[in-house]
Nanobody, 123 residues
Framework: VQLVESGGGSVQAGGSLRLSCVAS????????MGWFRQTPGNEREGVAS???????VYPDFVLGRFTISRDNAKNSLYLQMNSLKPEDTAMYYC??????????????????WGQGTQVTVSS
């Protein structure tokens, strides 16, 4: 399975971006998918996750600003990011794990990763 992200870019603080992730295949109807971000010298951190049961989870620092969703017909995962802050600047990655249920923002619980898309928020 290959994951390809798009939608990153540069935006001013307070602005919005929508990231997309297209999966080449879905080997299972049971899955966990998520969005992560990473800045140089720091560990990758989860910003949103959903599973095939429809559950979602967000860390406090994006709660109310980011929304994860998916379109099964398009094999796509999305991350709507509103009220962006300069500290949201990072490389954003899409991730997936198939055959398991339950959301997670822990990177080690995912097996498939995209190549990343850069998000830059200026003040």
């Amino acid at each position: 399975v290959q994951l390809v992200e798009s939608g990153g870019g540069s935006v001013q603080a307070g602005g919005s971006l929508r990231l997309s992730c297209v999966a080449s295949d879905y080997p299972s109807n049971i899955y966990r998918m998520g969005w992560f971000r990473q800045t140089p010298g720091n560990e990758r951190e989860g910003v949103a996750s959903l599973d095939s049961a429809g559950s979602t989870v967000y860390p406090d620092f994006v709660l109310g600003r980011f929304t994860i969703s998916r379109d099964n017909a398009k094999n796509s995962l999305y991350l709507q990011m509103n009220s962006l802050k300069p500290e949201d600047t990072a490389m954003y990655y899409c991730a997936a794990r198939y055959g398991v249920i339950g959301t997670s923002t822990t990177p080690s619980l995912y097996t498939h990763w995209g190549q990343g898309t850069q998000v830059t928020v200026s003040s």
